[in-house]
């Protein structure tokens, strides 16, 4: 079936740094993505989202782009803090069926 | 605003038993449930939807007479796993949709199933 996959599996940057987290995705129809953070142990936290008809949206210290051309969508952590290691998914809502298809995760650290 | 919770936190069974897992929506009322599972570093795969008031619609793959899923207000989502064996232990997360809201899922902290 259709899935959302991410090319790198685990990314290790310095404190600091920024970070980007890339994700392809297959369904043309999805309409909205998500990123989420997970930490060991616990649910997934939401980070910032997008919805198809927007390139880019920031957050605090945040960004996603996306670019529905290639079915590309990343997730740029700017100054990145020990905090932000985890594991990142991202998601894409398939329109109409209001369900979300996880990306396989990337893990972040984050080196002191 | 916004909190889902789940209980237990984490259960341990012995094969061939059934657990209840819980999923509350604590602030908001939740028309939509999802049930999920993530294996040891894995990615979360959506086990089933739950619609309050109806039965749940099950992904392909996913055993609807194991995995029991009742939705029967607009806060709460039970999942039992019936006759588990070692091979359904996993870590299972819930979420849910405000009826306000048609696309962001609030999840749960997640439920880690041991079973022996």
């Known amino acids: 079936g259709e899935s959302v996959g991410l090319h790198l599996p685990t990314l290790s940057v310095q404190e600091g740094d920024n970070s980007i987290i890339n994700c392809a995705y297959s369904?043309?129809?999805?309409?909205?993505f998500i990123w989420y953070k997970q930490e060991s142990g616990k649910g997934p936290q939401f980070i910032i989202d997008?919805?198809?008809?927007?390139d880019k949206r920031q957050g605090q210290r945040v960004t996603v782009l996306l670019n529905k051309t290639v079915k590309h969508l990343s997730l740029q952590i700017a100054a990145t803090q020990p905090g932000d290691s985890a594991v990142y998914f991202c998601?894409?809502?398939?329109?109409?069926?209001?369900?979300?298809?996880f990306g396989q995760g990337t893990r972040l650290t984050i080196n002191p | 605003g916004a909190v889902v919770s789940q209980h237990p936190s984490w259960v341990i069974c012995k094969s061939g038993t059934s657990v209840k897992i819980e999923c509350r929506s604590l602030d908001f009322q939740a028309t939509t449930m999802f049930w999920y599972r993530q294996f040891p570093k894995q990615s979360l795969m959506l086990m089933a939807t739950s619609n309050e008031g109806s039965k749940a619609t099950y992904e392909q793959g996913v055993e609807k007479d194991k995995f029991l899923i009742n939705h029967a207000s607009l806060t709460l989502s039970t999942l039992t796993v019936t006759s588990a064996h070692p091979e359904d232990s996993s870590f299972y997360i819930c979420?849910?949709?405000?009826?306000?809201?048609?696309?962001?899922?609030?999840f749960g902290p997640g439920t880690r199933l041991t079973v022996t």
């Open positions: 997008i919805r198809s008809n927007m």
């Open positions: 979420s849910a949709l405000p009826a306000a809201n048609s696309y962001e899922q609030y």
């Open positions: 369904n043309s129809a999805s309409d909205y």
């Open positions: 998601a894409e809502n398939i329109q109409g069926a209001q369900k979300l298809v």
